[in-house]
């Protein structure tokens, strides 16, 4: 099994800057891809980045150029910073990871309030 813990989350100003940090632990060998998701109030949730097996990195269109999906493997944790934030991008942000056989894991979820 595999367990995730976010945390950096909070309330920003539009046009500030976040961290979001998501520390694996358990089977974390097993992970073959991890994701970034963001459920804003009363929206279903969506993927905002991802980073597959091979290290190729995905990103929704409303945040490229302004978001950075990053792991560390030595810490097995994985970042998202955050630059540029705007009101759109207020949500609960949730860390997933996949593993090898398929097995699919969510953290408990950190929130992100851009406001001013």
């Known amino acids: 099994q595999v367990q995730l813990v976010e945390s950096g989350g909070g309330l920003v100003q539009p046009g500030g800057s976040l961290r979001l940090s998501c520390a694996a632990s358990?089977?974390?060998?097993?992970?073959?891809?991890m994701g970034w998701y963001r459920q804003a109030p009363g929206k279903q949730r969506e993927s905002v980045a991802a980073?597959?097996?091979?290290?190729?990195?995905y990103y929704v269109d409303s945040v490229k150029g302004r978001f950075t999906f990053s792991r560390d493997n030595a810490k097995n944790t994985a970042y998202l910073q955050m630059d540029s934030l705007k009101p759109e991008d207020t949500g609960v942000y949730y860390c997933?990871?996949?593993?090898?056989?398929?097995?699919?894991?969510w953290g408990q979820g950190t929130q992100v309030t851009v406001s001013s």
């Open positions: 997933r990871a996949v593993t090898s056989r398929h097995e699919v894991y």
């Open positions: 358990g089977s974390i060998f097993s992970i073959k891809s």
């Open positions: 980073i597959t097996d091979g290290g190729n990195t």
